[in-house]
């Protein structure tokens, strides 16, 4: 039976352990007490402690599992007092006996779900149901047993290691959860141990860090480990729950193989021929390693005259190649020793060995028929002065052909090269000799290009430059320098130097120019100027006499001999002219009467503007001059066109129909009519006749037709003639008085049939009358060029109408 502890008003009864607290509690007395006279209040102070119950989770018995009691000191057992309880499961979970206090739980408890539950317990009147105590809360605690296994939540594990790690290196740690309450025994208390894989990794106890059991793990040999941990709670005592997960451990790579080439010698053949650059072959070398630390580099350790080694960086293959051109004749095989070497060393596992490896390129050249070669391979330098004369030797080049010893090789120059002809060269032997004469001044250096081929195949050839240097010989003699003309001011002092000469040679002596000067023998007598030689390629001339009187002699001749040092020794005269000039104080020369100085130096600027502006203004007058006539000589040429477009000479005849080839002369087409003034009576009949070939052929026919007498046929022409005349003039009247006709001379062109015709009229004109139902008015407004169709249809103008 549970031990009852009563503290104040309230009793707990629990079934394993009671706690307790204090409270306040009212209590009235009745006036029934008679021992104590009048009914009265008293204040009792009461205790009520309450804590917690405990309940066993996972009961699994049949009835109720009793929890505990709750009880107060005013239940007299009389039945009087009903217990209540409330809050978390109460009813469901939880039931209580309202008349003894009793509770129960009806449920199957589980810790992990939930660990505690929260009630409130209530005690009243049964009758009037109303509280005999406050309201007070407790707590039902589940109590734990050992229910959960530990599980690895984050599991499976995959952890990394490199290998060759020392031992107690840590991999990783794993971490399994036990859902048991910790706070309460050992349910919760997890150890680890290492189930597969111990061999090689431990594990912590109580850390469950993974460490290397061993320092020789291998990548090469095994790159990963499965493991199996456990986790074992209670501590690992008997009885405990156990869980377990699977943990991969890969075992990263570190740089601990060298290189290693799979075979220690590789055999290449390659063409004599082959050019700079071109591959021979390709190796290898295997690493066991991975990643950056198979990268690798190759070097040549022998036979890197004529090949190189690179390193393709995608394969990592060594490319061994054709350094310099290799030479069949010279040697047939080669050994190339090509050595592997690690990029990245790791400083760890220096002491493992060796890091590279070695291996032999054995490379044969095949032989190719090869171009002659020549001797020496970068061209000759020759020599030849230039006063060789033709046919002489210059130099010999020499070429051999490389695969066959004492092969005949044929040479030519090529003619691109030597364009002037001026070397030859004979085919057999290689002498190169002059054509033509040499001469260093025009050309100091020839370079030709010398072709050599086999006499057997011409298509194996071969080329070499041939620089000639042209050596110098004194051939030409040193002259003067220009200017060749001097000057002195009349006051010139005796001894003053008045001019300095130079020369100028075209040789070159090796040992340099060395000149000499002095006066020609024709002045010698020369009493005026005298030559000094400075001793520098240049000489001074003075004067010998003080003062000069230019309007006595203004000029003086002074002839200069000049020679070089040779050999041979070289010379020639040239002239100096001198002029007596005027000069300032200042020795400025102002005016010489032989020579027309350019300008004074002492022109002010105002000048030199003043003349400007007067170019200027020439210039612009010129450039006018010429735009006027050319506008002009357009205005002309626009003329001329509108003239030959406008004067069009009309023949209008009325012949005699298309059979008719008589009817009008096409001579009066390119003659204009000539229509003489009506002679006077008393002139004779024959000045008075026109001439018969100046008139139309119908006016002839008429004239010859009434020729019986010359004075009828006189007075019919002179009739014929004024009306033409008259129609003429008054044109001419009109367009003098026509404002917008051109204002030069223009060609009228009219259409008039004169007064009579023995065909008559075939114009419409006469067609217009004065009844006409038409009005041509309108023709006045259509300008200049229908004024003369105005005029025909006019009323009023009967003068004008055609007859």
Request: hydrophobic share 35%; glycine share 8%; charged share 25%.
């Amino acid at each position: 039976m549970a031990p009852v502890w009563t503290v104040g008003a309230w009793t707990l009864l629990a079934a394993s352990i009671f706690f307790s607290c204090w409270c306040d509690a009212t209590r009235t007395s009745s006036s029934s007490r008679g021992e104590q006279g009048a009914s009265s209040v008293e204040r009792v102070k009461r205790g009520w402690v309450w804590n917690q119950f405990f309940v066993v989770e996972e009961y699994t018995g049949t009835e109720p599992l009793y929890v505990g009691k709750i009880h107060t000191d005013s239940d007299e057992g009389e039945g009087n007092i009903k217990y209540t309880i409330s809050g978390e499961g109460a009813g469901t979970i939880f039931i209580i006996d309202e008349l003894t206090g009793d509770i129960h739980a009806t449920e199957r408890l589980d810790r992990e779900e939930k660990a505690f539950y929260t009630l409130r317990a209530q005690a009243r009147d049964r009758l009037s149901n109303d509280p005999l105590e406050p309201e007070s809360e407790f707590v039902i605690k589940v109590q734990d047993i050992n229910d959960s296994e530990p599980k690895f939540l984050e599991g499976p594990y995959i952890g990394s290691v490199a290998e060759l790690s020392p031992i107690g290196t840590s991999v990783l740690k794993i971490t399994a959860s036990d859902a048991d309450d910790p706070s309460y025994g050992s349910s919760a208390r997890v150890v680890y141990s290492v189930l597969d894989g111990e061999k090689f990794f431990t594990v912590g106890r109580h850390t469950g860090i993974i460490m290397t059991a061993v320092a020789d793990l291998d990548r090469e040999t095994q790159d990963r480990y499965e493991l199996v941990v456990k986790a074992t709670d209670m501590a690992g005592q008997m009885g405990g729950l156990s869980g377990s997960t699977t943990v991969t451990i890969v075992i990263t790579d570190v740089n601990d193989n060298p290189p290693r080439f799979p075979q220690k010698m590789y055999q290449f053949m390659v063409s004599e021929g082959a050019a700079v650059g071109t591959p021979v072959g390709r190796v290898i070398a295997t690493d066991a390693d991975m990643g950056e630390n198979t990268d690798m580099s190759y070097l040549i350790q022998e036979g890197g005259e004529l090949f190189k080694v690179t390193t393709d960086d995608v394969t990592q293959e060594a490319v061994v190649s054709i350094k310099k051109p290799l030479d069949f004749e010279s040697k047939r095989t080669h050994n190339v020793v090509v050595e592997a070497v690690n990029k990245h060393v790791d400083p760890r596992f220096v002491d493992l060995g060796s890091f590279r490896d070695q291996t032999i390129v054995r490379v044969s050249v095949s032989d190719v028929d090869e171009p002659p070669q020549f001797l020496p391979a970068d061209g000759a330098v020759m020599e030849v002065k230039e006063d060789a004369k033709v046919g002489a030797l210059v130099g010999v080049v020499t070429a051999r052909d490389p695969d066959v010893k004492g092969k005949p090789v044929r040479f030519s120059i090529d003619h691109s090269t030597d364009q002037d002809m001026i070397f030859h060269i004979d085919p057999n032997s290689g002498a190169i000799t002059l054509d033509k004469i040499l001469d260093r001044e025009t050309a100091g250096w020839h370079n030709i290009t010398v072709k050599a081929v086999e006499a057997d195949n011409h298509t194996m050839a071969s080329r070499s430059s041939v620089s000639i240097r042209i050596l110098d010989v004194n051939d030409n003699p040193p002259e003067l320098a220009t200017p060749y003309e001097a000057s002195v001011c009349e006051d010139a002092k005796a001894g003053q130097i008045i001019h300095t000469i130079s020369v100028v040679d075209k040789d070159e002596p090796q040992t340099g120019h060395h000149f000499y000067f002095r006066l020609a023998p024709e002045a010698s007598g020369n009493r005026h100027f005298d030559l000094w030689d400075i001793k520098d390629t240049t000489a001074g001339i003075r004067a010998q006499r003080s003062g000069f009187n230019r309007h006595e002699q203004n000029v003086y001749f002074l002839p200069i001999l000049v020679g070089d040092s040779g050999p041979p020794s070289l010379s020639s005269t040239g002239t100096l002219t001198i002029y007596i000039c005027g000069c300032d104080t200042e020795g400025a020369i102002t005016s010489c009467n032989a020579t027309a100085y350019v300008m004074s130096a002492a022109l002010s600027p105002g000048a030199l503007i003043a003349l400007l502006v007067c170019m200027l203004i020439l210039i612009v007058l010129v450039l006018l001059i010429l735009t006027l006539k050319r506008h002009r000589k357009g205005q002309r040429m626009a003329e001329d066109e509108e003239d030959m477009r406008d004067n069009v000479i009309k023949y209008n005849d009325e012949g005699g129909g298309e059979q008719d080839t008589q009817a009008y002369d096409m001579s009066a087409l390119r003659n204009l009519y000539d229509f003489p003034e009506a002679k006077s009576a008393s002139a004779s009949a024959a000045d008075s006749v026109p001439d018969i070939r100046t008139l139309p052929r119908w006016l002839q026919a008429n004239r010859l037709a009434g020729g019986a007498t010359a004075a009828a046929a006189e007075s019919c022409s002179a009739a014929d003639f004024s009306v033409f005349k008259g129609y003429i003039r008054k044109k001419v009247e009109q367009a003098d008085g026509d404002l917008s006709v051109p204002p030069y001379d223009s060609f009228q062109t009219y259409a008039f049939e004169g007064t009579s015709s023995p065909a008559l009229s075939l114009s419409s004109i006469h067609t217009l009358s004065t009844t006409s139902e038409q009005d041509f008015s309108y023709l006045s407004d259509w300008g200049p060029r229908f004024r003369q169709l105005a005029g025909y249809y006019a009323p009023g103008k009967p003068d004008e109408d055609g007859s």
